[in-house]
């Protein structure tokens, strides 16, 4: 489980940097290791929503676990109100970031067509952007309270 999270932090690190270098890219007109902006954010999006998807399997993995190891007696029913409380918080949270990051992926196919003004791109991708770093300190407490709820779960005890 530990590692399984540590692959998670480390894909959302990586995510922050493409997202970064795409943005940069698109507003300075630069190619990322001989990628357009345009060839650059479609790799980004494609690490970006398994990234995403990843950390929310992780969640509605040990959410399961922990909901099994309630229902056999490990743990207080408190604690499966907490994880529901925290998936309320960080789901929405994780399908908003995809929404924006993908609109503003999107909407790069307007840009290069001549369909919409740059200004509108950039807007998006400001959005998406701050809601990225606001989706990362949400995942970041979220990952604590779910390792918190885990460790209050009681081991079974061995029969005497």
């Known amino acids: 489980m530990y590692i399984f999270m540590m692959i998670c932090y480390v ?10 270098l795409t943005g940069a890219s698109g507003y300075w007109h630069f190619d990322i290791l001989g990628a357009s902006h345009t060839r650059f954010a479609l790799f980004m ?24 190891a309630i229902e056999s007696g490990l ?13 309320m918080r960080l789901f929405p949270q994780l399908m908003l970031t995809i929404l924006l990051v993908g609109g503003w992926f999107i909407h790069i196919g307007a ?3 001549q369909m919409s003004p740059v200004w509108v791109h950039h807007l998006i991708f400001a959005l998406a952007y701050m809601h ?7 995942k970041n407490d979220s990952f604590k309270e ?8 009681e081991p079974e005890q061995e029969p005497a």
């Open 45 to 68: 999006i494609l690490i970006f929503t398994i990234t995403e998807t990843v950390v929310m399997y992780f969640f509605i993995s040990t959410g399961k676990a922990i909901k099994s």
């Open 111 to 113: 840009i290069e067509n």
């Open 146 to 153: 779910q390792l918190s709820i885990i460790a209050e779960l």
């Open 132 to 138: 990225h770093f606001w989706s990362l300190m949400i």
């Open 11 to 20: 894909l959302m690190l990586v995510n922050l940097v493409n997202l970064t």
């Open 75 to 87: 743990g207080k029913d408190g604690l499966w109100s907490r994880e529901r409380q925290l998936k």
